[in-house]
Each structure stands twice: as structure tokens, then as C-alpha cells.
């Protein structure tokens, strides 16, 4: 069993919908958990990062983090075709975990 | 921009050949990382750095090597390329090199195409 887990998808939704990306881990020693957007063929870049359970909201986008279920998802709110990207979680213990990504695809 | 640097970057060369893949972290960062991505294929870690020393191993091959200088900038050498090495090479950074804040940042990229 892979320490964390996400569904590669791809996922293709409508403008405008609500997108939920969701991961699952196994280690309950992991402590900060992570959101990166990759566009194709570039470098992942950081979009949110949390450390307690609960949400956390930036804009269109919302991280919310359950520790007793080992569950994290990432919420997108009005996704735009700008929204396209592989979405990666990733969690630290002491080293950082990376999900496989999701792929997601928002149709104008 | 995340603040870590990579070069070059686009490398085309020949199989059997050597190349060196360069990256300076972002200022203040102790720790380097370098992934490789193939294709539509997920990061798969290579090597991370901490300070000059070699902090942890991943998938890395034996024809591959890296380091990290005084200055704190690394460079991953590739030789006797195949095929099969073609990929997006990625260099991250962090801080430190084993805390529980270790979040990464990512540089652009590296794009190897093997001939």
C-alpha cells in the first residue's frame, strides 16, 4: 500500500463547477499536508499548505483536512478553464510524500 | 516564480553521451531535491541534498550522480543517457533538510530529450 494515495483521474468538469480532489494517506505521523499545481511541462508550483484539521480557504480554493479519517481534499470553487492543471498532494513526516496527481480538465 | 533556478532549459543530445543539469535553490534554502518526470508519470525522486551531504536516496540510477556545492547550488550528472532518460528533470528546495516544515519549492524544469 502506497503511503499516499489520489486518484490520477483525469477529471473533466464544466466551467463554472465545483472541482473536489482528494487524497488519502496511511501514515498518521504525516503533519503538514500540501496542495501543487502542475501546468503541463512546468515545475509544480505551491498552492496551499495546512497543518491542523479543519479548512483552510485562499479564494477559489479551499484545503480541508480530516487527521482521523487520513483524508484531504482540495475544493475549487467556479473553476475556470485557467483551473486546468495535474493537481499533486503531498505531505511531510520528516520528508515530503507525493500523491501520483490528478488531472484535471474544466471545459469552457 | 518560486525562486529556484534551473539550467538549461531544454538539453537535446545523443545516446551514450553526458550531461549536467544545473539548479540553484532559493536564497536562504539548505536542502536541494532532484525528480525525474517521464511523460503523463507522477515525480519520482531522485536524490535530495542538505547542506553538502547527501541526505536521502530514491530511485536513482547508478549511471546518474549529483552533488552540492559550497554555494549551495547542485548539479545532477547524467551519463550514458538512453532513450529512456528522456524526461522533465525538476530541482526543488527547502529550509532545512529533515524538519517537519520542509515544504518544497520547485523550479521550472530541465527538458532532456535523448536522440
Known amino acids: 500500500q502506497k503511503e499516499v494515495e489520489q486518484d490520477p483521474g483525469p477529471l473533466s468538469v464544466p466551467e463554472g463547477a465545483i472541482v473536489s480532489l482528494n487524497c488519502t494517506y496511511s501514515?498518521?505521523?504525516?503533519?503538514?499536508f500540501m496542495w501543487y499545481r502542475q501546468y503541463s511541462r512546468k515545475g509544480p508550483e505551491l498552492l496551499m499548505y495546512?497543518?491542523?484539521?479543519g479548512n483552510k480557504e485562499d479564494g477559489r480554493f479551499t484545503a480541508q483536512v480530516d487527521k482521523s479519517s487520513k483524508y484531504i481534499s482540495l475544493f475549487i470553487r467556479d473553476s475556470q478553464p485557467s483551473d486546468s492543471a495535474t493537481y499533486l498532494c503531498?505531505?511531510?513526516?520528516?520528508?515530503?510524500?507525493f500523491g501520483a496527481g490528478t488531472r484535471l480538465t474544466v471545459k469552457p | 516564480d518560486s525562486g529556484v533556478t534551473q539550467t538549461p532549459k531544454h538539453l537535446i543530445t545523443a545516446t551514450g553521451q553526458r550531461v549536467t543539469l544545473r539548479c540553484s535553490p532559493r536564497?536562504?534554502?539548505?536542502?536541494v531535491y532532484w525528480y525525474q518526470q517521464s511523460l503523463d508519470q507522477g515525480l519520482q525522486f531522485l536524490i535530495q541534498?542538505?547542506?553538502?551531504?547527501?541526505?536521502a536516496k530514491g530511485n536513482i540510477l547508478e549511471r546518474f550522480s549529483a552533488q552540492q556545492f559550497p554555494d549551495l547550488h547542485s548539479e545532477l550528472n547524467l551519463s550514458s543517457l538512453e532513450l529512456g532518460d528522456s524526461a522533465l528533470y525538476f530541482c526543488?528546495?527547502?529550509?532545512?533538510?529533515?524538519?517537519?516544515?520542509?515544504?518544497?519549492?520547485f523550479g521550472a524544469g530541465t527538458r532532456l530529450s535523448v536522440l
Open positions: 526543488a528546495s527547502s529550509v532545512a533538510g529533515g524538519s517537519t516544515k520542509n515544504i518544497q519549492y
Open positions: 501514515n498518521s505521523a504525516f503533519q503538514y
Open positions: 495546512t497543518y491542523s484539521s
Open positions: 503531498a505531505m511531510i513526516k520528516n520528508d515530503m510524500r
Open positions: 536564497s536562504g534554502d539548505l536542502s
Open positions: 541534498y542538505y547542506n553538502g551531504e547527501e541526505r
